[in-house]
């Protein structure tokens, strides 16, 4: 999983998984999913990040060290 932040845009995408997008679908203005050819979800954009967001506080929590994808 990587956080990448575009400050010109002010976008923060999710990247899930090294799998391209085959789909992807805006549930809102500023939030939009990206799902791969099974529908797996394989990225998270949010817009306008900064609003919705302290990004200098993210973290991560009780993360399993493998997590076995569901089939």
Do not use: C
Request: no cysteine.
């Amino acid at each position: 999983m990587k956080f990448q932040y575009f400050p010109d845009t002010d976008t923060l995408y999710i990247n899930l998984s090294d799998i391209k997008p085959a789909n992807t679908d805006a549930i809102t203005d500023n939030l939009i999913i990206d799902f791969d050819t099974d529908e797996h979800v394989v990225g998270i954009t949010i817009e306008q990040a900064s609003n919705v967001a302290v990004l200098s506080a993210i973290e991560a929590i009780n993360l399993p060290e493998t997590i076995a994808r569901a089939s």
